[in-house]
Antibody, heavy 120, light 107 residues
């Protein structure tokens, strides 16, 4: 059974940093690209970042580029999101998401999310 | 920049058919995928590719594509189908996009 378990969320002041983690199990982690998707309270889904299986390709939404860094450790079956210079508008539930294998690309498994609240 | 457009809200009578649409230029080149999200829950994939349902998704859910529009159709909507529906696709740079989501009400 595929499981994605996020952790690391919490309350943080504007301008500070936070690191999210996602522990993956139930599939061969290093075969798949992984993503972070967020959802602000009462809002729609927003793609944040994606990373290829070997970390050779990493992409970011314009809203987080230069502030967030995605990485993975295939030996630990883990995905990470380092969030710096946090803003109030980064407040959201952050989902760890597994991508399908090859085209057409879609998100076949989602974690339950970890909540990040940016407030003074 | 690329974007995907969905109607914010749609309603359907119990047992009737409803179509939820998603429009965007990148849909001319990339398939949309569709996700159902119920309150307090993570999104669940319901349709991907040309018209593929993951295991466990009822066959009343179907997808179609035409030019710059992707559609999710629920044939014979049930009360449990009341949820938010989000479309997703990628653009030519490899970034992913989501529509704003459609809140489906089953009357």
């Amino acid at each position: 059974e595929v499981q994605l378990v996020e952790s690391g969320g919490g309350l943080v002041q504007p301008g500070r940093s936070l690191r999210l983690s996602c522990a993956a199990s139930g599939f061969t982690f290093d075969d798949y690209a992984m993503h972070w998707v967020r959802q602000a309270p009462g809002k729609g889904l927003e793609w944040v970042s994606g990373i290829s299986w070997n970390s050779g390709s990493i992409g970011y939404a314009d809203s987080v580029k230069g502030r967030f860094t995605t990485s993975r450790d295939n030996a630990k079956n883990s995905l990470y999101l380092q969030m710096n210079s946090l803003r109030a508008e980064d407040t959201a539930l952050y989902y760890c998401v597994k991508e399908s294998l090859g085209a057409p690309y879609y998100f076949d498994y989602w974690g339950q999310g970890t909540l990040v609240t940016v407030s003074s | 920049s690329s974007e995907l457009t969905q109607d914010p809200a749609v309603s359907v009578a119990l047992g009737q058919t409803v179509r939820i649409t998603c429009q965007g230029d990148n849909l001319r080149n990339y398939y949309a995928s569709w996700y159902q999200q119920k309150p307090g829950q993570a999104p669940v994939l319901v349709i991907h590719g040309r018209n593929n349902r993951p295991s466990g998704i009822p066959d009343r859910f179907s997808g179609s594509n035409s030019k710059n529009t992707a559609s999710l159709t629920i044939t014979g909507a049930q009360a449990e189908d009341e949820a938010d529906y989000h479309c997703n696709s990628r653009d030519s740079s490899g970034k992913h996009l989501f529509g704003g989501g459609t809140k489906l009400t089953v009357l």
